[in-house]
């Protein structure tokens, strides 16, 4: 088995918001486990703390590729992997890396200006002779990571690399 891990699995809205969460989780948790009694205060220090370690799982895992006999994109924890999923492959060896810019648009107030959030993600997919775009194999969030994932495919797996820009 061949495995590369590549980022976190979690883009970066999902991770600020489970940050926060992990700081008022960690603070109920501790506020209902020393400071309080009762049986109520000790069901919510349990559920504070299964919450807990929820978030911190997801703020700790991470996406990769996977090899054995056939492709799958892999998620791991500390480097172990825990999940993989199967990339669907239409019979095609070449693959290509497509650029995609989300934008997101914040309205404040109508006195300061509109403010966007921007980001792009590097998404490496199938695609026939024809040209037509198949099966997604990962996306990634820098391009560092696609350019990784490339490299690995194209050296494991046989696989044919074309660029499009």
């Not at 700081?23 to 400071?35: D, E, K, R």
């Not at 924890?77 to 290509?96: M, Q, R």
């Amino acid at each position: 088995m061949k495995k590369i891990i590549l980022e976190r699995n979690v883009n970066y809205a999902l991770w600020e918001n489970l940050m926060y969460s992990i700081v008022f989780l960690s603070a109920f948790f501790i506020g209902a486990t020393f400071f309080s009694t009762g049986s109520l205060a000790h069901k919510f220090s349990i559920l504070f703390g299964i919450l807990l370690l929820i978030c911190l799982f997801f703020i700790l895992s991470k996406k990769g590729l996977v090899i054995t006999n056939k492709l799958y994109r892999g998620y791991f924890i500390f480097g172990f992997l825990y999940w993989k999923k199967e990339v669907k492959n239409p019979l095609s060896t070449t693959f290509t890396l497509l650029i995609k810019k989300h934008r997101q648009k914040y309205i404040r107030s109508y006195k300061e200006p509109n403010w966007e959030y921007s980001l792009e993600s590097f998404e490496l997919c199938f695609f026939d002779n024809d040209g037509a775009i198949r099966d997604k194999i990962i996306i990634c969030s820098k391009k560092a990571s696609a350019d990784k994932a490339i490299d690995f495919l194209t050296k494991y797996q046989l696989l044919e690399f074309k660029s499009l820009y």
